[in-house]
């Protein structure tokens, strides 16, 4: 019963808790020539945003 309860108070969708977003960006032609830097300078400024506790977003460092 508690189940269905919670199910109808949040239009059939379960409660997931509280959601938290991490984003990296990278820019052509600011961290690279291909797509590969750009990935990658895109996961590191990823990791930036994580290990600076998260729910944020991180842009990389120009390599020019």
């Known amino acids: 019963r508690a ?3 919670e199910l109808n108070e949040n239009n059939g969708s379960p409660n997931l808790g ?27 400024a990823l990791s930036q945003a994580e290990a600076e506790g998260g729910n944020k977003i991180c842009s990389s460092a120009s390599k020019n």
């Open 3 to 5: 189940v269905e309860k």
């Open 18 to 44: 509280a959601m938290t977003n991490s984003i990296g960006i990278s820019s052509f032609p600011e961290n690279g020539a291909s797509s590969s830097d750009i990935i990658n300078a895109a996961r590191a």
